[in-house]
């Protein structure tokens, strides 16, 4: 997420590179997508809480929140999924 937020790649990107080079089935923002984003967010806070503030979300993750983009789940996340599913 950092290296989105950052403008060095964007989520697709990201995906993409992670599923060419490890031979994962799914990207990590795909991933966080389809547990949600909302879910995400706290469980990096409780993280960032054991581990310091490395750990905390980025202000893009907690944009997409605010706005109700929660991941697969309302149709629009780090993609775009369409109607909610």
């Known amino acids: 997420m950092r290296i989105v937020e950052e403008g ?3 989520p697709d990107d990201v995906n993409r590179a992670c599923t060419l080079a490890f031979n994962h089935a799914m990207g990590p923002l795909q991933t966080v997508d389809l547990g949600g984003l909302d879910t995400y967010v706290k469980a990096s806070e ?3 809480a ?3 503030e490395r750990f905390l979300p980025t ?5 997409l929140v605010n706005a109700g983009h929660y991941g ?3 149709g629009r996340g780090f ?7």
Not at 59 to 63: C, H, P, S, V
Not at 79 to 85: H, L, N
């Open 8 to 10: 060095i790649a964007t």
């Open 46 to 48: 409780a993280m960032a």
């Open 50 to 52: 054991h581990y310091g």
């Open 59 to 63: 202000q893009g993750l907690r944009a």
């Open 72 to 74: 697969y789940k309302t």
């Open 79 to 85: 993609s775009d999924y369409g109607a909610a599913q």
